[in-house]
């Protein structure tokens, strides 16, 4: 299947660090995204980046995808308390499937 | 727009008793998924419609569950008998078309169900 796998499992930093959590997948895709969700909601979408693309940036995220590694990356720098959630990658496909994600907690 | 409705958002029921989870799909959406979370599985896709027709049910844990959408506004996710290992919580997402194709997939807030 297209389900990404995301590592670590949980991640816990102070307020202002960088968080880099990590996504890898097994088929080729066309594209993947990442995806936050805070507790007691649905995942809401954070990014997308193509395959013909090393690295994209939104606002303080940062994400690269290697395709020759099948894998990418979200940093988030400067981290806020806000920020705590879980994080999934769902790698291009027809269907949308997840992985466990990863858990960020960022302490204040 | 207001998103990706689900109903309900709680529903506690007894063990043995039919579950009926509702989601209307963001208009002009042509892909609706049903997902089932828990700590023990994570984000789970049970099924997975196109145009309303069920393309892959794969994901569906066995016949105690059954899913339709009779139309492109509206779907149900039927559990019957439910048991208490059916606890979770169930989103429906809707999309204008696949991942792979660079479309975006949007969330309902889910629905909390515990079976005693």
């Known amino acids: 299947s297209q389900q990404g796998e995301e590592d670590p499992q949980a991640l816990s930093i102070q307020e202002g660090e960088n968080a880099t959590m990590n996504c890898s997948y097994k088929t080729s895709i066309n594209n993947l995204q990442w995806y936050r969700q805070n507790s007691g909601r649905g995942l809401v979408h954070l990014i997308l980046i193509r395959s013909n693309e090393r690295e994209k940036h939104s606002g303080r995220l940062r994400v690269t995808l290697d395709t020759s590694k099948k894998s990418s990356s979200l940093l988030i720098t400067a981290s806020r308390a806000a920020d705590t959630a879980s994080y999934f990658c769902?790698?291009?496909?027809?269907?949308?499937?997840f992985g466990t994600g990863t858990s960020l907690t960022v302490i204040p | 727009d207001a998103g990706v409705i689900q109903s309900p958002r709680h529903e506690v029921t007894e063990m043995g008793q039919e579950v009926t989870l509702r989601c209307k799909p963001i208009?002009?959406?042509?892909?609706l998924f049903w997902y089932r979370q828990t700590m023990m599985r994570g984000l789970e896709l049970l099924i997975y419609f196109n145009n309303n027709v069920p393309i892959d049910d794969s994901g569906m844990p066995e016949d105690r569950f059954s899913a339709k959408m009779p139309n492109a506004s509206f779907s149900t996710l039927k559990i019957q008998p439910s048991e208490p290992r059916d606890s979770a919580v169930y989103f429906c997402?809707?999309?204008?078309?696949?991942?792979?194709?660079?479309?975006?997939?949007?969330f309902g807030e889910g629905s909390w169900l515990t079976v005693v």
């Open positions: 208009s002009g959406h042509n892909s």
């Open positions: 769902a790698p291009g496909g027809n269907q949308f499937y």
């Open positions: 997402a809707s999309s204008s078309g696949t991942g792979g194709g660079g479309n975006t997939i949007y």
